[in-house]
Nanobody, 124 residues
Framework: QLQLVESGGGLVQPGGSLRLSCAQS????????IGWFRQAPGSDREGIAS????????IQADSVRGRFTISRDNTQNTAYLQMNNLEPGDTGVYYC?????????????????WGRGTQVTVSS
């Protein structure tokens, strides 16, 4: 059974950085497109970055473009989200998700498997 486990969240000051990891088990990551989503208290889940199965296509939400970078290491079955210049508005629970239809997408309904999330808090 495919499982996703996020790690790397925590408390960081504004302007700081974090790198989130998403480790997949049960089937090789190479077959899946990956998405990162976040949900702030009282808000809907927001798609923020996605990378296609091949890695050739990356899409990002305007809210994180230029600050966050999504990547994948198929040899390690792990995806990453490098987050720089963090702002208080980036606070929330961050989730990774995968689907096997190749294309990158920021739409949550495209995804079949989800991790349980990792908390990111940006505060001074």
């Amino acid at each position: 059974q495919l499982q996703l486990v996020e790690s790397g969240g925590g408390l960081v000051q504004p302007g700081g950085s974090l790198r989130l990891s998403c480790a997949q088990s049960g089937r090789p990551l190479v077959y899946y497109a990956i998405g990162w989503f976040r949900q702030a208290p009282g808000s809907d889940r927001e798609g923020i970055a996605s990378i296609s199965t091949s890695g050739d296509t990356i899409i990002q939400a305007d809210s994180v473009r230029g600050r966050f970078t999504i990547s994948r290491d198929n040899t390690q079955n792990t995806a990453y989200l490098q987050m720089n210049n963090l702002e208080p508005g980036d606070t929330g629970v961050y989730y990774c998700a995968v689907h096997d239809r190749r294309d990158a997408s920021l739409q949550y309904y495209e995804y079949d498997y989800w991790g349980r999330g990792t908390q990111v808090t940006v505060s001074s």
